[in-house]
């Protein structure tokens, strides 16, 4: 979704597991500037989630549109079963993002 004035959007992912909402479990991708169809490739590693957790909890995918000049711009997001994540190795998706959800 082009969120700045050029048509164009500098998104990056803000990635978190939630219940959890402590600094470790908060990870952000690299920005992909003048994008509007951004391919985010990267993996990232949590430690020391138990087996309960992992059925429990969610992973949130924030996406942004990164501004210097104010603050960054929402786009949508994706909530996704932390339990349907491949668990030890980068797993690759491909989502529609949706207005922000409360959790």
Do not use: W
Not at 34 to 40: A, E, H, L, T
């Amino acid at each position: 979704k082009a969120m700045d004035s050029n048509g164009l959007s500098d998104p990056f992912v803000a990635v978190q597991i939630m219940p959890c909402t402590t600094k470790a479990t908060e990870k952000r991708t690299a920005v992909v500037k003048k994008n509007c169809n951004p391919v985010f490739k990267e993996c990232f590693s949590y430690h020391g989630i138990t087996e309960r957790e992992l059925s429990t909890y969610t992973l949130r995918l924030q996406v942004y549109d990164r501004d210097r000049v104010t603050h960054d711009d929402f786009i949508g997001e994706v909530i996704h079963p932390l339990s349907e994540v491949q668990i030890n190795t980068c797993t690759q998706m491909h989502k529609y993002l949706k207005p922000h959800q409360e959790v």
